[in-house]
């Protein structure tokens, strides 16, 4: 009896719990929130760029990540109290479609930095530095052109690894999890304004927004330690204000030189068969290519690259297989000097990462105590911003790694004779 | 992106749909659900832990029910930004979701251990077995079953219902 009675109480908490158990969310919202997923999964993490690798994104490329990555934490951890002022400024965003601010960057030892950056709702984006160069960044087409107009020239990038981020979209999904606290009212520039302190990656980012129009009007980031210790603020924001077109125009100017690098798409990665065959072997090559083959032997083997760059005055090649997770880079007339097997993680450039592996069954993302079981204890470890690097000088190899996770296999030629 | 089998996107394609049936069971709102089941799978891409998980998949659904736990805390500092009233429009499951009561079990969850919660969600939200419970949490059958039943006297009392006799 007793029994029973415990169980007729528990029955209508049973029954809440079964019938909340059977509510099912609508077809079309989960389909909406599995394609974002997906697509968020397709933008590679961020980590701090261990060493220059090919191209390097100018500066804007920081300063978007630190505003969308930025602003996309801050969403991400905003806080209760703060969550009313962050919906407020989400709306008021959406409804427009440019913005522009300045960003000036402080890091000790080196002049400001100023950038002016100009944001297009459709993810075109400009940034314009103090010497007068400029660039325009399409990113949902990966594609980017620097311009020089003191030298005349610009430099068109395709298949950028941008990631595609969108200020607006951010801003308009905003998470609800909280860890950001709010910040006490303040005049900035005479306006009221409100404020919110978030943490990116360890790292605070203060936003105020105006108290009457919702709309951020500064931010402020700061790092302590590290070589980037310094400051950054984002100011002078301007919401849809009449912008000519053509400056988000990605035609380089008349008469300026052109170079053009990259691919526009990615051929698709290599099958499992194929992949196979691409082995890593120290000092000796990448599946059937070797060390020192010039650029017509190599491309017989492995077929077309997907781009080709030439190397200076000595017309040395920059072989890009980036399909195939791999770059050769070779001289003239000493050939092939080094070979680097990569993840999208570490390129600025699109890559399918390297699906092969090394003569010692290392492939990506393997960690360092499995690259030390393989082939012992490397002559240099060396770590710098998140990156680890192991160096085995008698194989004239290295392992670049990220998280513990390996990111990169360079192998170079040997000496002559070995 | 992992190709193991049990890797995220196999997870995401194999059990995104329940898991984000699961984010919108226990926060009753569609959008937070949504940006909900981002931020978990963006937190187990970068979980060490979840690479190492012995059972990735019950790794993320309890990573799922502590994240809508998360946030569930946080809201309770706040005023609730809009939320739709019940109309008669809506279907008695709708008006179920919506209602007061079901809110007030979710938050009385919270005051469960981690482990009671996770099987008082597994079993009534995720309609999953006892004996699948127990596998996955290292417990018998039998230790489940107690282990549920003492919860759920746990939330009657949190509720304030009618109280039952002595044991």
């Known amino acids: 009896m007793r029994r029973e009675h415990r169980m007729n109480d528990n029955d209508e908490v049973i029954s809440r719990l079964e019938g909340l158990g059977q509510w099912q969310p609508a077809p079309a919202a989960t389909d909406r929130a599995l394609e974002r997923v997906r697509r968020a999964l397709r933008e590679p993490a961020v980590p701090p760029r261990s060493k220059p690798r090919r191209w390097r994104l100018p500066a804007f490329a920081a300063a978007v990540l630190i505003i969308g990555g930025g602003l996309g934490i801050w969403l991400m951890r905003s806080s209760p109290s703060a969550r009313a002022s962050l919906a407020e400024m989400q709306h008021v965003m959406k409804e427009a479609r440019t913005v522009s601010f300045r960003q000036v960057t402080r890091l000790k030892g080196k002049p400001d930095q100023v950038t002016r950056m100009l944001i297009r709702s459709d993810g075109v984006v400009r940034s314009e530095e103090s010497d007068g160069t400029y660039t325009v960044t399409d990113m949902p087409k990966f594609e980017a052109l620097l311009v020089n107009p003191g030298k005349h020239e610009a430099t068109r990038l395709r298949g950028v690894n941008v990631p595609q981020v969108n200020l607006y979209e951010m801003i308009k999904n905003l998470p609800a999890d909280a860890s950001a606290r709010a910040l006490a009212g303040k005049t900035i520039d005479g306006k009221k304004a409100f404020g919110v302190v978030v943490t990116l990656q360890g790292h605070e980012l203060t936003v105020w927004a105006d108290a009457r129009t919702r709309l951020p009007i500064r931010m402020e980031a700061h790092q302590e330690e590290g070589e980037e210790a310094g400051d950054a603020v984002l100011d002078d924001f301007h919401f849809d204000t009449l912008i000519d077109s053509n400056i988000f125009s990605m035609a380089a100017p008349t008469s300026y030189k052109v170079k053009t690098t990259g691919i526009a798409t990615l051929p698709p990665p290599p099958s499992p068969d194929q992949a196979k065959q691409m082995v890593a072997t120290p000092l000796v090559g990448l599946g059937p290519v070797r060390f020192r083959m010039k650029r017509e032997e190599v491309e017989k083997l492995l077929g077309k690259p997907d781009a080709v760059e030439e190397l200076g005055p000595s017309h040395g090649f920059h072989l890009n297989y980036g399909s195939r997770g791999f770059f050769i880079s070779g001289g003239k007339t000493n050939g092939v000097f080094t070979i680097s097997c990569v993840s999208q993680i570490c390129v600025v450039v699109r890559v399918h990462d390297f699906a092969g592996r090394t003569d010692k069954g290392i492939r990506l993302r393997a960690s360092e105590a499995e690259i030390i079981k393989a082939y012992g204890k490397p002559d240099q470890r060396t770590t710098n911003r998140g990156s680890t690097y192991l160096e085995y000088r008698k194989l004239n190899t290295s392992f670049t790694l990220f998280d513990d996770k390996l990111v990169e296999i360079l192998l170079m030629r040997p000496p002559p004779g070995k | ?167």
Request: with cysteine.
């Open chain 2, 1 to 167: 992106m992992d190709a193991e089998p049990d890797g995220l996107l196999n997870i995401l394609e194999k059990h995104g749909a329940e898991l984000h049936a699961l984010l919108t069971r226990l926060t009753l709102r569609a959008d937070v659900a949504e940006d909900l089941l981002q931020e978990l799978f963006l937190k187990l891409r970068d979980a060490k832990a979840f690479a190492r998980a012995e059972n990735s998949v019950a790794y993320a659904f309890r990573t799922a029910i502590n994240l809508a736990y998360d946030w569930r805390r946080a809201r309770r500092c706040t005023v609730t930004l809009a939320h739709e009233p019940p109309t008669a429009a809506m279907s008695p499951a709708d008006s179920l979701i919506r209602s007061e009561e079901v809110d007030q079990v979710l938050d009385a969850l919270e005051w469960l251990s981690p482990v009671d919660r996770e099987i008082v969600v597994m079993h009534y939200l995720r309609h999953q077995p006892y004996a699948e419970i127990a596998q996955t949490i290292k417990k018998t059958e039998h230790q489940v079953r107690g282990l549920c039943h003492k919860a759920v006297g746990r939330l009657r009392d949190f509720l304030g219902a009618a109280a039952g006799g002595p044991e």
